[in-house]
Every structure is written in structure tokens, then in C-alpha cells.
């Protein structure tokens, strides 16, 4: 177990649950700086672990358990994202980068076309979804290059969810809905270095939730 590691994942844990590390020490009723990257290290360079009281109140505030905190220092990506499904069915997968291409998606933002890929994930009910591969480092550390999420565009949309947006000029984006109201989409970048965006309604040509992503 490494030092780099625990602390990968806790930014990790925040992350899942839209918060920084500052805002998880907040929710666990530590002092906000606890989980500062300045805190993670002594003065004189020797490396410093996050205590053993720390992290369970941090797993208590976000009601994750041990095994999944574990699986995180281990080297998973992301905590499961749904669980209790069984059955595997093929789905359509693109890079996300190329799905800001024409001829991937109808009007209605659904698949089409034969350019696609195909991908056996867990079974997803909307008979719609499809598959996206993560590119870059954009969407870390909830999401790492090579990881696949899958998109439902008929599930219902909430503040808080993970979703792909299309706006007007072609663009695609993985991003958090912070706020939707009549007239515009506030999104957060799941990597807190790149930029938020608000754009308006109309320029906003569909938006589908991510349902589940792999590890």
C-alpha cells in the first residue's frame, strides 16, 4: 500500500460524490484543510497518511464501506456505479472524442449508423443505451482514459448525475449537471483543473445520463 495511493483514493471518493477533497474533510466534519494536497506531505518532504479516524469518518459520511474504499487504494477507477444486474447484451461503443463526428447519432440523439462498435457490458433496460471509451485525462479521477461508461439517453436526469452533452457545434463532452433550469445547463468538470461551462438551453442539442461505467 502506497502513500500516493490512499490519498488517490480519497480525491477518488470525493470525486463520486461531486465534491472536492476540501468539501469530503467538510461532509466528514474534519477541518476543510485536512485533505489539502499541502497537508499530504511534512515539511521536510517526508510523506503524511491520512488516519485511520479520518478515513472512517469519511466512509461514514459518504456511506461507502471498507471493501470499496480498499478496491480504490488497490486501483479501481471508480467505485461500481450500479450493482445487482445480471446478463450481458451488446451495445454500441465509440471514443468520445469521436462522437463529436456526423453520422453517429439521429436528431433524437440516439445511435445510428454502421460505424460503430460493439461492446458486451451489463444489462442496461434501455434499449437505447450505448457505450462511450474515455480519452485523455479531462474526466479524472472518476474516469481515466480507457475506461467505458454507459449512456442511457431515456433515463430521467437529476442534479448531481453524470451525463454526455452535445451542444450545437458538434461537440460531445462528459461532464456533471450542476444546475438545469428553463433557460440554461450549468456543467461541472469531474477534473476540477479543467473549466466548468453554462450554456444556454438552445445550444444544448441533447444530454444523457451515464448509467454505469467499468472498472
Known amino acids: 500500500m502506497k502513500h500516493e ?25 474534519l477541518d476543510p484543510t485536512t485533505f489539502n494536497p499541502s497537508k499530504r506531505h511534512m515539511p ?6 491520512p488516519s485511520t479516524e479520518s478515513v472512517s469518518k469519511v466512509l461514514q459520511a459518504t456511506g461507502a464501506d471498507l471493501e470499496a474504499f480498499t478496491s480504490l487504494v488497490t486501483g479501481a477507477r471508480a467505485l461500481p456505479a450500479a450493482s445487482g444486474r445480471s446478463g450481458q447484451r451488446r451495445v454500441p461503443l465509440i471514443g468520445l472524442v469521436q462522437a463529436g463526428g456526423d453520422g453517429f447519432f ?18 442496461i433496460a ?12 479531462s474526466m479524472e479521477p472518476v474516469f481515466r482514459d480507457g475506461d467505458v461508461v454507459i449512456v442511457s439517453p431515456n433515463a430521467p ?12 457545434t458538434g461537440e460531445v463532452m462528459a461532464k456533471q449537471l450542476q444546475r ?36
Open 126 to 137: 434501455d434499449p437505447n443505451a450505448y457505450a462511450l471509451e474515455i480519452s485523455g485525462e
Open 44 to 49: 521536510d518532504g517526508r510523506p503524511r497518511w
Open 5 to 29: 495511493d490512499i490519498w488517490r483514493a480519497l480525491d477518488t471518493l470525493a470525486a463520486e460524490h461531486g465534491m472536492s477533497a476540501s468539501g469530503l474533510a467538510r461532509r466528514a466534519g
Open 157 to 168: 436526469i437529476r442534479r448531481g448525475d453524470r451525463v454526455v452533452v452535445r451542444i450545437r
Open 180 to 215: 438545469r433550469s428553463a433557460r440554461r445547463v450549468e456543467l461541472l468538470s469531474l477534473n476540477p483543473s479543467h473549466p466548468s461551462y453554462t450554456f444556454e438551453l438552445a445550444q444544448v442539442t441533447w444530454m444523457h445520463r451515464i448509467v454505469w461505467a467499468s472498472q
Open 106 to 123: 439521429d436528431d433524437g440523439g440516439y445511435p445510428v449508423g454502421g460505424s460503430w462498435d460493439e461492446v458486451s457490458l451489463p444489462e
